[in-house]
């Protein structure tokens, strides 16, 4: 990252530039004068993607399709879509969606869906699908799940919110899960096996040995419970 780029990555950002507030003001500001300051901030922030050196973060349409997005979204914004009876729109579009979704992943007339807010909320869901379905269907009273020390980090937030004990796996050299190190586990009540990244995934066939494994230990094998098919670049960094 160059140097001007450095001041984006602060715990206190902006707070040299804009007035920082700790409470609501007894005067409210300009509607221009908080247009602007955002309008400043958000430029600043595409400014990266837009030179083309982000890999990921942000699902790239360009910015006129970002407009007709901000148009949608401002037919809705206004709405509480808990109230189902007043904006039947929501019950449409949600189910469409997982339609849509299910269709693509080859889904069939069982197949069920609900549309989630963000990363975290998409991996604690099937974490809890998976954790009810192995107590219910084997008798696992204190489910265990595998995944790579590389593993986005709301796999454990939701380890902790579920009650579900997190095993993490280390690496090979190759950057794949070391699943001669998972072989090595004692029989365990692992409910799951995640063998996906958040910084680079793989395909389930990169997770060699994957579906013996999870055999022994009766776990599901998921390439990543939010991303079922995916390849890692090599360039790749295994932080979390």
Not at 47 to 73: K, N, P, Q
Not at 131 to 154: F, L
Not at 204 to 220: Q, Y
Request: hydrophobic residues 40%.
């Amino acid at each position: 990252m160059a140097e001007d780029d450095a001041a984006l990555i602060d715990f206190y950002p902006y707070r040299d530039r804009f007035k920082t507030y700790h409470r609501l003001e007894p005067q409210g500001r300009e509607r221009q004068s908080i247009l602007d300051e955002l309008a400043a901030m958000a430029g600043e922030e595409d400014r990266i993607a837009d030179l083309g050196r982000v890999s990921g973060s942000i699902y790239h349409g360009g910015h006129d399709h970002y407009a007709f997005l901000t148009e949608a979204f401002r037919l809705f914004a206004h709405s509480n879509v808990l109230q189902r009876d007043m904006y039947p729109s929501a019950t449409k579009l949600e189910a469409e969606i997982v339609a849509m979704t299910s269709s693509m992943l080859h889904g069939d007339a069982g197949t069920c869906g609900v549309v989630t807010f963000g990363g975290t909320e998409s991996l604690i869901n099937p974490m809890l699908a998976y954790r009810d379905r192995a107590r219910k269907e084997k008798g696992i009273a204190e489910p265990e799940v595998i995944i790579p020390v590389t593993a986005h980090v709301a796999l454990e937030k939701a380890g902790h919110l579920l009650g579900i004990k997190v095993l993490r796996a280390p690496l090979a050299g190759d950057w794949r899960v070391d699943v001669e190190w998972v072989r090595r586990l004692p029989r365990s009540r692992s409910s799951v096996a995640s063998g996906c990244t958040w910084t680079h995934a793989w395909e389930v066939s990169s997770f060699p040995g994957a579906k013996s494994s999870a055999t022994r230990f009766r776990a599901s094998t998921s390439a990543s419970p939010a991303s079922p098919r995916c390849r890692p670049t090599p360039t790749s960094t295994a932080s979390r």
